[in-house]
């Protein structure tokens, strides 16, 4: 079967690419190809249009990166907890950003009622985040605003969920340098907003979330 013509410039648009970093470096991917040292790893939305390195102006092997629908932590995703475990223990990153987006298609769709197949059982998660907050929720009048307010609400029970995992909990313990952190990218503005919820410890967690170890 021929290659369709997008199949084709994708792959011309790896070799433009290539030839563009040697121009610029020609030793780069001799450097790559030596291992990776991030010191952030970003736990983002698989959305198509929230690039990580792109949005932090990172460079290859600056950022290690994992997504999923809703920038989601969930303590039974083994797929998500070896991306953090191998970042946490093995790359030693010393910063952990979990980046929601303003428009995010998996929190409205958790907002409804409406089935969607096998991703309900993932927006399960997403509407037990919004029943915890469903007096705030419910108080806001304008659909738009309370869909961006859950957005940013979501965002921060990520944070805290992260920080409840107990390979951040060991971290911690061993005195780890490990900071966590909460944004919003807006889509229609390309900034991030820095929600303030920054945990770099236990001190903002329940007790029964601090584990001994």
């Known amino acids: 079967m021929a290659h369709s ?13 290539v030839e563009k970093m040697l121009a610029n470096d020609p030793h780069f991917f001799e450097g790559l190809a030596k291992g990776q040292q991030p010191p952030l790893l970003w736990i983002g939305c698989s959305d198509s249009r929230v690039p990580a390195n792109e949005i932090i102006g990172a460079k290859a092997g600056e950022v290690f990166v994992h997504r999923n629908i809703a920038n989601m932590v969930i303590n039974s ?19 952990i950003i979990v980046c929601g987006h303003y428009g995010c298609g998996g929190i409205k769709a958790a907002m409804g009622n409406s089935s969607l197949g096998l991703i309900d059982n993932w927006l399960r998660h997403i509407k ?23 957005v940013e609400i979501n965002v921060k029970e990520q944070v805290y969920d992260l920080a409840k995992t107990s390979i951040v909990q060991n971290a911690w313990a061993n005195n780890q340098e490990v900071s966590i952190h909460g944004w919003v990218y807006g889509i229609n503005s390309g900034y991030v907003t820095d929600l303030n919820v920054n945990l770099a410890s236990n001190d903002h967690l329940e007790k029964i979330y601090q584990l001994k170890f």
Do not use: Q
């Not at 013509?5 to 690419?17: A, H, P, R, T, V």
């Not at 995703?77 to 910063?95: F, G, P, R």
């Not at 037990?128 to 859950?150: P, T, W």
């Open 128 to 150: 037990n985040v919004y029943r915890l907050h469903r007096e705030e929720l419910h108080a806001i009048e304008n659909e738009e605003e309370r869909f961006n307010r859950f």
């Open 77 to 95: 995703d083994m797929n998500m907890l070896s991306v953090l475990d191998y970042a946490v223990n093995h790359l030693k990153v010393k910063h």
């Open 5 to 17: 013509e997008f199949y084709k410039k994708i792959l011309n648009n790896n070799k433009n690419w």
